[in-house]
């Protein structure tokens, strides 16, 4: 005999696990220093904040580290954006140092416990090491260098070097795991603090297990009074018509003048110029300063998909027809060895 079964008898006499309600919220994996966060992680913070809605409408946001630095972090993070629900807290010295092999473990942890629908970091050399680890622990598909969010699964990025757009629809299973390109999400200078600060809590890490196959060795820096390449208002790059490094000091000479950061092209680089921290392109640093000045700069797509955002962009080349003077707002035609040094002359001293 057949009987008749209403919805809510079956979600009364069905496994807890079929209709559990998932967390359905957005964490951001973040960067610190010196007891701040890292600006590409504000701009992770900032891009989070778009997929928020109705039924996703928490925010937390994943440091881990050791010591001091990592508990103001925490601290200052807490209130850094009105958006953020919690700030997670990974205190091991499993985490003293930033190699991919902990950290994915860590997200997949995370995301075991919590389970969110988005997880987020910037693409930054950070962001690109861990979030494919995480993500092949996870078993999903990251979607990366992301410079647009239309709806919660559904993103623009670029492709070709940046000469076309991409809207991407992801279809998968929970968390979608993005990485964003910074400089298509700046930090909103009035959401920089707020009156009630997000509870912070502590990862519970007696199940993280032992030690992966990575070892630390060493971190080697340029030390350098010059601002970061990364987030500078200015930025003064060479390319390969410098044609050495004795030269390359030009560029430099004129950068401590204006107080900008020094960029590279790949060739450049490649040629010994300069360290390969500098370059600015698709397989560098991504920039957007308020001035990109470009010296020797024939403009290859790669450089471009570098710097395309920055706000004024000023190109001295002697080719006329350098691909650079397409999306220059200024362009001079000249010889960069009488420009600059005629530069450096007339441009007054830093204050």
Known sequence: MLRAITLRHLIAHAPRSIYSCRHLGTLVIAEHEGGSLSGTSLSSIEAASKLLCKENNSLSLLLA????????????????????????????????????????????????KHEYS????????????????AAALLDVSPITDVIEISEPRTFVRPIYAGNALCTIRYTGSNPCMLTIRSTSFPASASLDSKTNAAPIHQVDLSSFGEEGSCRYVKQSKQESERPDLGSARVVITGGRALKSAENFKIVEKLAEKLGAAVGATR?????????????????GKIVAPQLY???GVSGAIQHIAGMRDSK???AVNKDADAPIFQVADFGLVGDLFEIIPELIEKLPEKK
């Open 65 to 112: 580290g050791t010591g001091p630095s990592l508990q103001e972090a925490a601290t200052n993070a807490a209130s850094c954006h009105p958006c953020i629900s919690q700030v997670l807290v990974a205190d091991s010295d499993k985490f003293k140092h930033t190699l991919a092999e902990p950290w994915a473990k860590l997200i997949h942890l995370v995301q075991q």
């Open 267 to 283: 060739a450049a680089v490649d040629a010994g110029y300069v360290p390969n921290e500098l370059q600015v392109g698709q397989t």
């Open 312 to 314: 004024v962009i000023v």
């Open 118 to 133: 988005h997880i987020v970091t910037a693409s930054s050399s950070f962001g690109k090491n861990i979030l494919p680890r």
């Open 293 to 295: 000045m470009a010296f």
